[in-house]
């Protein structure tokens, strides 16, 4: 927390975020506090498990920080800030960033690579760096209290301020509504605002700050060449050193393991770095969800590649009950189901490790998702005349609705891989006052900026910038951390990153093939029926679930007389989406899993709304 005018500040205030922040560091807690700062933290013992302690302190106390997360070239740069006079008193990685600091100031943080959510305060110049790394693999959020900001690793922290008393801003409900979460810099909660990934923002005394951003993924025409190395080659090269670097720890490592493309080459390459057997963990559904057990494929990964594959049962903790508590632990509105059956691997998994690694971000680096297959095809119709494929349309001839897409462009039509409800159904829903543009400024910016590159290529990099930050790395950071497990995901490096966005796309994607270049890599490490077979996604028996064990949760939630969503949503218009609800219907089953999620986390809001609030929070010196 810091205070506006350099006045002091209640310590119990970051006492009791620090509280609800508890299992994200089990280990031990970290304070630094003088006149105008409090700095608070929660420690995930991973590396020198016994002295590296926070907060990080250069040689002369002068500057002091607090960070959450997983520093990867830590030896490179803790050798260059040893050449440049500085001594490292531990072996943890964190330790580097003060010392980086003084050489480069906030320049340092392009250098940094890894996860991380960054606190540095610079006591010479009453100065307050926070950041957010590159990919927005850890969470950074902040709101403020009159002369105070808050900032925390989850939104739920403010609730334990005296001073906050928690609203909804109902102007991002279009947003979730379609893409099933709130895009940073916003949030559905009024006042609270999050870095956007690859942000930095400095608050310096009278009211001064300024807010950039150090990296965004590269959007430039992709490369036709590269010199030197192949695509494969080079691929293959920083895979293999990405994903040594990630096993880096003083604690237990696993992997997580499905069978498909990704998990398994991930795997490869980490038992291949490691030198030695790692414990696998894949997620397994009973017999009656038919089609969405992959066990038999990463049994054939684990002989493979000699690995110990546990397999877990994820349906026993998908339980109504577990379903209104994630509501919390996701802290924000997340529509996304995956979330279900990751919830029960985290938690067995942390059994066993303390460290896990994970494979998102290849989909959306290495366009895996059958959605960029199509704008390929819909290249091919749009050599079509205009006037045939109207008169197609008209007469309602198969593939008429492929013919209609073709017509818009893709800033048209694009709204992501978790676009839930469309234009039309959001009119439905949403009472007149509430009807706001469903893109926020930042995405509606970027479509304009994005107009000459191809669809395919607009389409990734919309999704590497909001849905894998948003979405994708918010589950698996919430998830993870509440079960006190940090997942790292080697696709996630931003190097890895810019490398795919830059790649030709035939080596991206063709017709009859996804992930072109991954599989040509895959080739040298895993069984050809594991490089060849269809990509299934984590499995997630949504239609099936909500047809069954949840049917009764989702129907006593939104149709509730005393619901939140009533405040902005037409009762009769959920009902209508409750009833198109069936096994065969995935388009509804999303739909009501979003506004089950979106009520139950409306629930908790107001309960804790709903408590005494202390408008002024007492000053006390600490």
């Not at 895009?183 to 956007?196: I, M, R």
Request: charged share 25%; with cysteine.
């Amino acid at each position: 927390m810091w205070r506006k005018d350099g006045g002091p500040i209640d310590p119990s205030q970051v006492s009791a975020m620090l509280a609800v922040l508890a299992h994200r560091g089990p280990d031990g807690e970290g304070r630094f506090v003088e006149h105008g700062i409090d700095l608070g933290m929660r420690r995930l013992a991973v590396r020198d498990v016994e002295h590296g302690t926070q907060p990080y302190r250069s040689e002369n106390g002068q500057i002091v920080a607090v960070f959450n997360g997983e520093l990867y070239n830590y030896p490179a740069l803790r050798r260059h800030i040893e050449e440049q006079g500085h001594r490292v008193a531990s072996e943890t990685d964190g330790e580097v960033l003060v010392h980086l600091y003084e050489i480069y100031g906030s320049d340092m943080l392009p250098r940094l690579r890894g996860m991380f959510a960054i606190a540095l305060w610079d006591r010479r110049t009453q100065r307050l760096l926070l950041a957010r790394d590159h990919v927005g693999q850890k969470p950074l959020y902040m709101t403020e209290l009159g002369q105070s900001v808050a900032f925390a690793s989850e939104l739920k922290a403010f609730y334990a301020l005296a001073g906050y008393d928690p609203a909804v801003d109902p102007a991002y409900l279009s947003t979730y509504l379609a893409h099933r979460f709130v895009a940073a810099p916003h949030t559905l909660l009024d006042g609270v605002t999050k870095l956007e990934p690859g942000e930095a923002m400095v608050f310096q005394s009278h009211h001064r700050r300024q807010r950039w951003h150090y990296w965004q993924p590269t959007m430039a025409e992709p490369s036709a060449a590269i010199e030197g190395q192949s695509w494969e080659q080079r691929l293959d090269g920083l895979l293999s050193e990405t994903v040594a670097d990630h096993l880096t720890a003083d604690v237990p490592v696993g992997v997580f393991l499905s069978g498909g493309l990704d998990s398994s080459l991930l795997t490869a390459l980490a038992v291949k770095a490691a030198g030695r057997p790692l414990e696998a963990f894949t997620a397994v559904f009973p017999r009656h969800f038919e089609g969405y057990d992959e066990s038999a494929w990463a049994e054939r990964v684990a002989t493979a590649t000699g690995v110990r594959l546990h397999r877990v049962d994820v349906s026993e903790t998908i339980t109504p009950e577990r379903i209104r508590q994630l509501a919390e632990v996701l802290d924000e509105p997340m529509a996304d189901p995956t979330a279900l059956p990751l919830d029960g691997l985290a938690r067995a998994a942390r059994q066993v490790v303390t460290v896990i690694l994970s494979g998102e971000g290849a989909d959306e680096i290495f366009a895996g998702y059958a959605g960029y297959g199509e704008v390929l095809s819909l290249e091919r119709i749009k050599k079509i005349p205009a006037a045939l494929r109207a008169t197609w349309m008209a007469l309602g001839l198969p593939g008429a609705g492929a013919i209609q897409r073709s017509f818009g462009s893709i800033s048209q039509r694009y709204r992501g891989v978790g676009f839930t409800f469309d234009f039309f159904a959001q009119q439905a829903l949403l009472r007149p006052e509430w009807r706001q543009n469903d893109r926020t400024g930042a995405m509606q910016r970027y479509w304009e900026q994005t107009e000459t590159l191809s669809e395919l290529q607009a389409m990734q990099g919309f999704d590497a910038r909001w849905f894998l930050a948003d979405d994708v790395l918010v589950k698996s950071d919430r998830i993870g951390m509440h079960h006190s497990l940090e997942i790292r995901s080697p696709f996630c490096d931003y190097r890895v990153v810019d490398f795919a966005l830059r790649t030709p796309i035939a080596l991206r994607r063709t017709r009859r093939e996804d992930k072109v270049l991954l599989r040509q890599v895959a080739r040298a490490h895993l069984p050809g029926s594991v490089v060849h077979r269809p990509k299934q996604g984590f499995p997630t028996p949504l239609t099936r679930l909500l047809a069954g064990p949840l049917q009764t949760l989702a129907w006593d939630v939104l149709t509730d007389p005393g619901a939140e969503i009533r405040q902005w949503l037409f009762p009769d218009q959920v009902r209508k989406v409750l009833q198109t609800m069936a096994p065969d219907q995935p388009t509804a089953s999303r739909q009501v899993y979003a506004l089950l999620v979106l009520e139950l986390w409306l629930k908790n809001v107001r309960s804790r709304a709903a408590r005494p609030v202390n408008r002024e929070a007492p000053s006390i010196h600490g």
